[in-house]
Antibody
Framework: EVQLVESGGGLVQPGGSLRLSCTASGFSFSSQWMHWIRQTPGSGLVWVSR????????DYADAVKGRFTISRDNAKNTLYLQMDSLRAEDTALYFC???????????WGQGTLVTVSS | EIVLTQSPDSLAVSLGERATINCKSSQSVFYSPANKNCLAWYQQKPRQPPKLLIY???TRESGVPDRFSGSGSGTDFTLTISSLQAEDVAVYYC??????????FGQGTKLDIK
């Protein structure tokens, strides 16, 4: 059974940094693209970033490009999202997710809440 | 970036009746190499992550009840629940995965019992 467990969320001041983690099990982690998706009450579901199984190719949404960095440690079956220069509009519930068939996100974690506020 | 617009934003349907949710794409999401449409549907209940219901516009995910069906092609798609059950109360989202990045989602449709 696929399991994705996010952690690392919390309250941070504008301009601050936070690193999210997603620990995976139940599938071949190093073979899968991994994604971060965030959700806010106002903006719904928004894709944030993705990384290939080998970690060499990374993509970002325009809203986070230059501020967020996705990475992974395949030895630890863990995905990361380093978030720098945080803004109030980054406040959201952050999910990690996979798409094993490249057709929709078939598994999601429960999410970790990031709040950016002074 | 492909924009997905769902309609309605919310609806209320009686138990046992049909519920229909629409998703319109700003560009075609037909993927010629696969001869399929890159459109997925999700169900999200309170305090839970989204759950994949349908992919390739009409293929049900394993374990999803057959009262859920997806249809459409190109730019216009529909999620139909043939006979609404109480456990179907949720927010439903469409998503395209053709023109990526970014994957994009519709704004969501809230489904309640009338």
């Amino acid at each position: 059974e696929v399991q994705l467990v996010e952690s690392g969320g919390g309250l941070v001041q504008p301009g601050g940094s936070l690193r999210l983690s997603c620990t995976a099990s139940g599938f071949s982690f190093s073979s899968q693209w991994m994604h971060w998706i965030r959700q806010t009450p106002g903006s719904g579901l928004v894709w944030v970033s993705r990384v290939t199984g080998d970690g060499n190719t990374k993509d970002y949404a325009d809203a986070v490009k230059g501020r967020f960095t996705i990475s992974r440690d395949n030895a630890k079956n863990t995905l990361y999202l380093q978030m720098d220069s945080l803004r109030a509009e980054d406040t959201a519930l952050y999910f990690c997710a996979i798409s094993r068939r490249s057709a929709g996100f078939d598994s999601w974690g429960q999410g970790t809440l990031v709040t950016v506020s002074s | 970036e492909i924009v997905l617009t769902q309609s309605p934003d919310s609806l209320a349907v009686s138990l046992g009746e049909r519920a229909t949710i629409n998703c319109k794409s700003s560009q075609s999401v037909f993927y010629s190499p696969a001869n399929k449409n890159c459109l997925a549907w999700y169900q999200q209940k309170p305090r839970q992550p989204p759950k994949l219901l349908i992919y390739w516009a009409s293929t049900r995910e394993s374990g999803v009840p057959d009262r859920f069906s997806g249809s459409g092609s190109g730019t216009d798609f529909t999620l139909t629940i043939s006979s609404l059950q109480a456990e179907d109360v949720a927010v439903y989202y469409c998503q395209q995965y053709c023109s990526v990045p970014p994957d994009t989602f519709g704004q969501g449709t809230k489904l309640d019992i009338k």
